[in-house]
């Protein structure tokens, strides 16, 4: 049995990596400041191995009793939310790394850093490998998360090389499932939301600018192979698969039998125009690739949304 502490454990991906653990019998502390995460995502969890803290992970950062892992997931990861918390996104991924790292230092716990494909930025390499280092713009809008997690990287591997901390990187490539937020601002939850209640499906650009989508249970499988199986090096995990956003719009219309209509809008700044992962690292170190097609996983993903619009329609005054 493992003590596990996943900042930013109340978000999307955080809240499926605290069932994963406690369903292996480990003990979890969930820190969140409830910026972005939702405790609706965490409430139903009545193991008495969790435990859940309200608290900034930019802030001094102590935790009593021995820990055996840090998972730092804490963060803004919506375009929507990076961009009215800019500097919220820039401190998390500066200060609170620096907190988390400090932490697994003192504690001599195994560390994993929560990285993205947006380190890789609007890439001039396609698919993205892990070798690749990017085309970021530092100074515009979409900088603050980017540059937070190439400093992030950075500093985890500063720890690494300097203190001697066993640390992970994994870059997370768009991940989907259930306990997306309605108003998250990604594509998949945003085409959804629009489809189930007959408006338009906003696509910005032409629509021709292409993700990958991973389910959220085939990226709890990479995240908890990484640690098992990993080294300090960062990985991808990702789908490697492709659509263009008017074919992943098209096929959600279908799904959800809609007679919304697609209409574009402008593309907004440094929006990247392709985004693939190379998984051949993970597939060769971690045994991992994803098993999850897209259409299984936005079945499960449109029945989780229209519970959620039907509940949220019914407490509407």
């Known amino acids: ?51 859940f803290l309200k608290y900034d992970v930019t802030n001094y950062l102590f935790v009593d009793g021995p820990l055996d892992l840090i998972l730092h997931f804490a963060s803004p990861a919506s375009p929507v939310d990076y961009l ?16 988390a790292l400090g932490l697994a230092k003192e504690k001599g716990a195994t560390f994993l850093l929560a990285s993205t494909s947006e380190v890789y930025g609007d890439p001039l390499e396609h698919p993205q490998r892990e070798s690749y280092w990017g085309n970021v713009n530092p100074i515009g809008p979409r900088g603050v998360y980017d540059e937070a997690k190439r400093f992030a990287e950075a500093m985890t591997m500063a720890y690494h090389r300097t203190h001697g901390v066993r640390t992970h990187i994994v870059r997370i490539f768009n991940t989907f499932g259930p306990r997306m937020r309605i108003r998250d601002g990604r594509a998949i939850p945003n085409f959804i939301c629009q489809a189930l209640r007959g408006e338009d499906l906003t696509v910005y650009g032409d629509g ?55 209409v574009h809008l402008p593309l907004p700044i440094d929006d990247p125009k392709v985004r693939r992962p190379d998984i051949s690292l993970a597939e060769t170190c971690l045994g991992w690739r994803p098993a999850v097609d897209l259409e299984a996983g936005l079945d499960e993903t449109i029945g989780y949304f229209r519970e959620k619009l039907g509940m949220a329609a019914k407490v509407r005054p």
């Open 1 to 51: 049995m493992a003590r596990v502490l996943i900042t930013g454990g109340a978000g999307f991906i955080g809240s499926h990596l605290c069932d994963s653990f406690l369903a292996s019998g480990d003990e979890v502390i969930c820190l969140d400041n409830l910026s972005t995460g939702s405790v609706e995502n965490i409430a139903r969890i009545s193991d008495p191995k969790f435990r």
């Open 84 to 99: 009215e918390l800019p500097i919220q996104t820039l401190k998390v991924g500066s200060l609170g790394t620096h907190k």
């Open 208 to 262: 021709c600018q292409t993700r990958s989508f991973c389910h959220i249970s085939d990226m709890v499988e990479g995240i908890r192979r990484l640690l098992l199986h990993g080294g300090a090096d960062p990985v991808n995990i990702g789908n490697p698969k492709e659509y263009t956003l008017n074919e992943l719009a098209r096929t959600v219309v279908a799904m959800t039998g809609s007679s919304s209509r697609i």
